[in-house]
């Protein structure tokens, strides 16, 4: 399953080496989110990441927060956060045709995000999750419709989802899955990639 250039099953790392592992499993959509290294290292991992994805068809290497060495070192994707957005040039980022995706957690944040014109939206966290202090209650399945319904483009959810969640997630119509925990801490990461690719191969 995919839209709009957004695959299904959305893993979020953070580091270039999952690039270069999940890659060839099939992953078609990843998004590098790095947090706390020197800007030297940013760039030289969004470089990598972006030549590795080079050699496969239709992949999106998303780029987490980092709008200025995205446009220098030419990706074609973007994730901002709201306070990312808030202060990013926009429109050096729209010169650039860099598509973009924006995070929501609040209908406030999605009326933000609806006046950026983004190309999906990302709300979280459907369930708890312990990868991150939030200072947001859990989504739940009600609003990815209500989100859907107010959008209309593609939606992704994130925040706590398991494989084992995952149906309930899409039932509910989220387009794809953002997935961080559930992949990253598993005894096999190789292993739960391939599970989740196997549950989209699996939707009509």
Same mark, same amino acid.
């Given at each position: 399953?995919?839209?709009?250039?957004?695959?299904?099953?959305?893993?979020?790392?953070?580091?270039?080496?999952?690039?270069?592992?999940?890659?060839?499993?099939?992953?078609?959509?990843?998004?590098?989110?790095?947090?706390?290294?020197?800007?030297?290292?940013?760039?030289?991992?969004?470089?990598?990441?972006?030549?590795?994805?080079?050699?496969?068809?239709?992949?999106?290497?998303?780029?987490?927060?980092?709008?200025?060495?995205?446009?220098?070192? /030419?990706? =074609?994707?973007?994730?901002?956060?709201?306070?990312?957005? #808030?202060? @990013? &040039?926009?429109? $050096?980022?729209?010169?650039?045709?860099?598509?973009?995706?924006?995070?929501?957690?609040?209908?406030?944040?999605?009326?933000?995000?609806?006046?950026?014109?983004?190309?999906?939206?990302?709300?979280?966290?459907?369930?708890?999750?312990?990868?991150?202090?939030?200072?947001?209650?859990?989504?739940?399945?009600?609003?990815?419709?209500?989100?859907?319904?107010?959008?209309?483009?593609?939606?992704?959810?994130?925040? /706590?989802? =398991?494989?084992?969640?995952?149906?309930?997630?899409?039932? #509910?119509? @989220? &387009?794809?899955? $953002?997935?961080?925990?559930?992949?990253?801490?598993?005894?096999?990461?190789?292993?739960?990639?391939?599970?989740?690719?196997?549950?989209?191969?699996?939707?009509?």
């Amino acid at each position: 399953m995919r839209t709009d250039g957004i695959h299904g099953f959305y893993p979020v790392v953070d580091d270039v080496r999952w690039v270069r592992r999940f890659l060839p499993l099939g992953v078609r959509t990843i998004q590098l989110r790095i947090k706390g290294r020197p800007e030297t290292e940013v760039r030289r991992q969004i470089r990598e990441a972006l030549a590795i994805a080079a050699n496969y068809d239709d992949c999106q290497m998303i780029v987490n927060d980092y709008w200025r060495e995205a446009i220098q070192e /030419g990706a =074609t994707w973007l994730h901002l956060g709201q306070e990312d957005w #808030a202060v @990013a &040039d926009r429109a $050096a980022i729209r010169v650039a045709g860099i598509k973009l995706g924006i995070s929501t957690h609040s209908p406030k944040e999605l009326a933000n995000a609806l006046d950026a014109w983004p190309d999906y939206i990302a709300l979280g966290p459907i369930y708890e999750t312990t990868l991150k202090k939030m200072p947001w209650s859990p989504q739940g399945l009600d609003r990815i419709g209500d989100w859907k319904t107010r959008f209309g483009g593609p939606l992704v959810a994130i925040g /706590g989802i =398991t494989l084992e969640r995952a149906p309930a997630v899409l039932a #509910a119509g @989220a &387009d794809a899955i $953002a997935v961080v925990s559930d992949v990253l801490r598993a005894p096999d990461p190789d292993e739960r990639v391939c599970a989740w690719l196997d549950l989209f191969r699996e939707r009509p």
